[in-house]
């Protein structure tokens, strides 16, 4: 006889206004649903088979039986392919990677092979190793411009080959992180860079994206690669807004100011026509390959890791679409969490259930919008009336 479906002992729910947020002690990953997964969810922890929570679901809506089973059953197969719930056999789904053993990285020699540059960054002087070939590649392109050789180094950031096609990310001798994915590497970076630089700050989330402030506002730009985020940046910056940031949105603890991490604008080949009136020295700044094609490293003018950290006003989820009408839309709390979810965030780790209902209840005050638009210009001047309203 089939066993109803039943949530993973493994699982903590987090605390929200609307839908569903699931926070997975073993894999140490966050899951976001709406209200009617809340809907299921509930119903589930009854222990009633998947029929009559399709029933209950089907007089709640008023829908027809079929395709709430229907419905019902692609949630719950979700769910038991993430691990979130246990199978039919009563075994949970096993989720997340195996614990890898750590490595003693002050034992292990560096290759031949490795790159070097020390780099005086908001008067902390650090060192950075590289042995992967494509991390010397970021490395030139994010701090380069800030080499200082022959300082003596308060702090070290290694990038190792840890084999099978990953890097491991090593500060000061302890590991921090093992990825094979260049984005993930150069958040791991961007995040050990400002810890080193803000000691003592305590942080509340850091989100893959640009950030720019105006008379004291600033608006976060969470976006994934190719969405047109730095083009948008670089259209913001000669219209009076300060830059923040181009990759990752730090903000501090306890109010989610933004601390800036100005580093060098990504310019993608598609985007210089877009630019080259604005920024007529552009196609002279320094060309690297990039895993989309060639792409030009852009120092923006006033840009300075000085600046004081700045409150953040809005989140603008950004998308540019060839051809398309500006939009700007407002979204919910939670969808905004849901678009965070689905790239890089890091919210502490290990990840605690009060610091993940902080950060809720933080962005819960926060309004955020959806942006597409198939013209930059445009799409500033809608971001515009945001901080002036």
């Not at 719950?76 to 691990?83: L, S």
């Not at 991490?261 to 026509?273: A, F, N, Q, R, T």
């Not at 920024?279 to 004081?308: C, N, Q």
């Not at 060839?322 to 969490?337: K, R, V």
Request: glycine fraction near 10%.
């Amino acid at each position: 006889m089939t066993s109803p479906p039943r949530p993973s002992p493994s699982l903590q729910r987090v605390a929200t206004n609307s839908g569903l947020v699931l926070l997975d002690d073993t894999a140490n990953h966050l899951w976001a649903y709406n209200d009617t997964a809340r809907e299921i969810w509930d119903l589930l922890h009854g222990g009633p088979p998947e029929a009559a929570v399709a029933d209950e679901i089907a007089a709640r809506y008023g829908i027809d039986r079929e395709v709430a089973l229907r419905d019902v059953g692609a949630v719950i197969r979700d769910w038991t392919d993430k691990g979130l719930i246990r199978t039919s056999n009563g075994h949970p789904r096993a989720n997340g990677s195996p614990v890898r053993p750590m490595t003693d990285w002050t034992r292990v020699p560096r290759s031949d092979r490795a790159g070097s540059r020390t780099c005086t960054i908001r008067h902390r002087v650090i060192a950075f190793h590289v042995e992967p070939p494509h991390a010397c590649t970021f490395l030139d392109v994010l701090y380069g411009h800030l080499a200082t050789p022959g300082a003596g180094p308060d702090a070290t950031i290694e990038i190792r080959d840890a084999g099978a096609g990953e890097s491991a990310l090593v500060v000061d001798g302890v590991e921090r992180l093992r990825t094979s994915e260049g984005g993930e590497l150069i958040g791991g970076i961007n995040q050990a860079v400002l810890e080193l630089v803000h000691p003592g700050m305590e942080w509340m989330a850091m989100i893959h994206g640009g950030a720019v402030a105006r008379h004291g506002r600033g608006v976060g730009l969470p976006a994934a690669c190719g969405s047109g985020k730095t083009t948008l940046i670089a259209h913001l910056l000669p219209r009076g807004w300060d830059y923040l940031a181009d990759d990752l949105i730090a903000l501090a603890a306890p109010d989610g100011r933004i601390v800036p991490l100005p580093l060098p604008l990504s310019v993608k080949e598609g985007s210089l026509p877009l630019l080259s009136g604005l920024y007529p020295d552009l196609i002279r700044a320094p060309r690297y390959e990039a895993g989309r094609g060639p792409s030009w490293r852009f120092v923006p003018p006033g840009a300075t890791w000085h600046r004081e950290p700045v409150t953040l006003s809005a989140f603008v989820f950004p998308r540019y679409v060839a051809g398309a009408a500006t939009a700007l839309t407002p979204i919910t709390p939670l969808e905004a969490l849901q678009r965070l979810l689905s790239d890089r965030i890091w919210l502490g780790f290990p990840l605690a259930q009060g610091r993940v209902e902080a950060f809720i209840a933080w962005l819960d005050e926060r309004p955020s919008y959806d942006l597409v638009h198939g013209d930059a210009t445009e799409a500033a001047r809608q971001i515009e009336e945001i901080v002036s309203a």
